[in-house]
């Protein structure tokens, strides 16, 4: 039964994407409806109605329709379009958070999106592109969900918009989990917590800290899964943000779930509903009375389970959610399924009873399933409905009916196999968009640069003179090598290919590489050196080592990533492929080796260091608007830092993962390190790596 985590790792999502001001509870929303008497017929009365239709969804969500309708109405009749794109979001809102009702939320949201970008209002623009990635994502559709958070990124990105750039990667990231791609959730989660914590934003350095806490609980990581948990419950308290504070309290509930620490996990869940109690948020608190329900399932408490089973079910038709009364009836379903086994009727003290209603349980079993099968069909939710058909089947098969049994389990195999190869789909249709994408922008900057240079030409025969066009030819003559000197510059920089897509106005730049290998270098003790060396000294002694490194990268075809102190970092098979970028990468850290032997400085310092290597996949751009860096970013870039930091002097240490990797290349040998503890990584097997030619001299 799979209700409890999928509940809240939904609502977790929906937080995140209402893009509008924080639920304050029933004192807030009083404040407002006490202010309304007071509105005069004109913007701000739109605005006031406009915030009760939000602030109202999740207790009142045909009230708040009918606020927002009011606003809408009044926009119309004072002419204000930015009211009315308020107003569409609003009911967007509520049809997305208050009634589940997808296709009217998009409705809703598609007809504010089509006002902004009359308006020009990019900030407009991608709270709508955002809120209709989420009703993708609820809809399944993976590959829509993705395109418009990755539209709305872009306009982010363009706006420096870092709160909403943060809060659109997380949404990613929500994709990845439900996808069960966890890795990939997990570095987009990372994304928006490193955005999150530059900009000091707490709450959502908590929402960033629930979600990966959730991924390692996905991961049976536990202990990790505690750690992020209880992180974002203390700030959330700190903060003084009840709403999220108590759906945090029932993700740690459902961590202690998993760890099967029942009384733990009621006392969060119980907690979480008084709290909601209090914000009046029936929509969270009917989600934990089911999560209460469940876990009285697995303890066999099943009068209890059911009572909790009906008070959920109760509020979720007072609210009108169809997803939460699809859960408590396949909840239910699976309840009297459980209660017809033979396993479960032989250990119970009501053997006798369970048997007498056997057949009773079983069709109360078929009945509430089916209800949760019509709820996710109607919903077109494809993987529930699938687990639900799944205990149809076992039901109709303790029944005796073998027909529908094996009908049932058909039709939950064919969904089961719609789902997975429906994300392989999705996976490819997304690539194939977003290159497409990238094609269509590059040819209209091209036809932008053809139109600007044709208004130039018919300017210049217009209005200038023979004399101005020779004036004009000399200064565009000072203008070139100006900007030959800035390609130099450029060049120096940056990769040459990169230079070349900056200067075609392609910012930012971001690319993935499924194969890169990276190689750190650290000089042993520089800071002790560094104390009481004349400055001019040090700075000559490291730029002649640097320059003999940025020598032997040269040679072997690595990128010069960047320099930080004493620190070096280079980068084999970006920013163009290399299919043999580890042999390259060993190549390289193996010369510096023996070039960095019996090295001293001209004053006779003995300078060591330490090297570190790993590879996998990466993805690498440019950041930054007025100093532009390239620079990669992933796992591997990590571990080889860590590869570096936990070497010792004189020696290249590679994980097993880069050994394995280039061992198709026979003249390097290696010193098994055994397993050691790698910061930040765990307990990691690790090697030396040496050169065959070099250890038989």
Not at 300 to 309: C, D, H, I, T, V
Not at 363 to 374: G, H, P
Not at 376 to 387: A, V
């Amino acid at each position: 039964m799979k209700t409890l985590l999928l509940i809240l790792l939904a609502l977790t999502i929906t937080t995140v994407n209402l893009k509008a001001e924080k639920l304050q509870g029933q004192e807030r929303l009083d404040s407002l409806l006490a202010e309304l008497p007071k509105a005069k017929g004109d913007t701000n009365k739109v605005k006031l109605l406009a915030s009760l239709s939000f602030e109202n969804y999740s207790t009142n969500v045909d009230e708040s329709i009918a606020f927002g309708l009011k606003g809408l109405k009044l926009s119309n009749k004072i002419k204000w379009e930015k009211g009315k794109a308020n107003c569409y979001n609003s009911l967007g809102t509520c049809y997305l958070g208050g009634k589940n009702n997808f296709p009217k939320a998009l409705e809703y949201f598609k007809k504010a999106l089509v006002i902004n970008e009359k308006l020009k209002d990019k900030k407009g623009i991608s709270y709508n592109l955002g809120n209709m990635g989420t009703i993708y994502f609820y809809q399944l559709n993976y590959s829509k969900a993705i395109e418009y958070y990755q539209r709305a990124i872009k306009i982010n990105l363009e706006t420096g918009d870092s709160t909403n750039l943060a809060l659109n990667i997380g949404d990613i990231g929500n994709v990845y989990t439900y996808q069960s791609n966890y890795p990939m959730a997990l570095e987009y989660y990372q994304k928006a917590l490193k955005i999150n914590e530059r900009i000091e934003n707490k709450n959502s350095i908590a929402l960033n800290l629930g979600n990966i806490g959730t991924i390692y609980n996905n991961l049976s990581n536990h202990t990790k899964a505690l750690e992020y948990t209880q992180k974002s419950v203390k700030i959330f308290e700190e903060l003084g943000n009840k709403s999220s504070f108590a759906l945090n309290l029932g993700n740690l509930g459902n961590i202690y779930t998993s760890l099967l620490d029942y009384p733990k996990a009621l006392e969060c869940y119980f907690k979480s509903i008084r709290i909601n109690e209090e914000l009046g948020n029936k929509t969270s608190i009917a989600i934990k009375l089911g999560n209460i329900a469940s876990i009285y399932t697995y303890q066999s408490n099943y009068p209890k389970a059911l009572e909790y089973f009906e008070k959920a079910i109760n509020i979720n038709k007072e609210v009108g959610s169809k997803i939460g009364l699809a859960y408590n009836y396949a909840g239910i379903g699976y309840l009297y399924l459980t209660i017809s086994q033979d396993s479960i009727i032989n250990n119970s003290d009501d053997k006798i009873g369970l048997l007498v209603n056997r057949e009773v349980n079983l069709n109360k079993s078929i009945e509430y399933t089916t209800q949760s099968i019509l709820l996710y069909e109607e919903m077109g939710e494809l993987d529930q409905r699938s687990s639900s058909l799944k205990t149809l089947s076992e039901a109709y098969e303790l029944k005796g009916d073998y027909k529908k049994a094996f009908e049932s389990y058909k039709e939950h195999k064919e969904l089961q196999d719609s789902v997975f190869s429906q994300e392989n789909t999705d996976k490819i249709a997304t690539l194939e968009k977003a290159r497409e994408d990238d094609l269509k922008q590059k040819e209209i900057e091209k036809q932008k640069i053809r139109i600007v240079e044709q208004e130039k030409r018919e300017k210049l025969i217009l209005y200038f003179s023979i004399g101005l066009v020779l004036l004009m030819a000399v200064v565009m003559l000072v203008i070139y090598r100006l900007l030959k000197r800035s390609d130099k510059l450029l060049y120096n920089v940056l990769p040459v290919s990169i230079a070349k897509r900056l200067k075609k106005k392609e910012h930012p730049i971001s690319d993935y590489f499924t194969q890169a290998s990276i190689v750190f270098i650290d000089i042993v003790n520089f800071t002790e050196m560094a104390q009481d060396a004349d400055p001019q000294a040090l700075v000559s002694n490291l730029n002649t080592i640097f320059t003999k490194f940025d020598t032997i990268a040269k040679k072997y075809g690595l990128e010069k990533i960047k320099t930080i102190g004493d620190s070096y970092m280079a980068a084999a098979g970006i920013p163009e492929v290399q299919k043999d970028n580890t042999h390259r990468a060993a190549q390289m850290a193996l010369e510096v080796k023996s070039m960095m032997e019996d090295y001293h400085t001209t004053d006779g310092t003995k300078i060591e260091v330490r090297i570190g290597l790993d590879c996998g996949p990466v993805v690498a751009g440019v950041i930054g608007e007025n100093k532009f860096i390239y620079d990669m970013w992933s796992d591997a870039v990590n571990t080889a830092s860590r590869m570096e930091s936990s070497s010792i002097a004189g020696e290249v240490h590679v994980s097993e993962r880069f050994k394995e990797a280039v061992t198709e290349y026979e003249q390097f040998d290696y010193e098994e390190r055994g397993e050691i503890e790698i910061k930040g990584k765990g307990k990691m097997k690790t090697f030396f790596m040496g050169s065959k030619a070099v250890e038989a001299l």
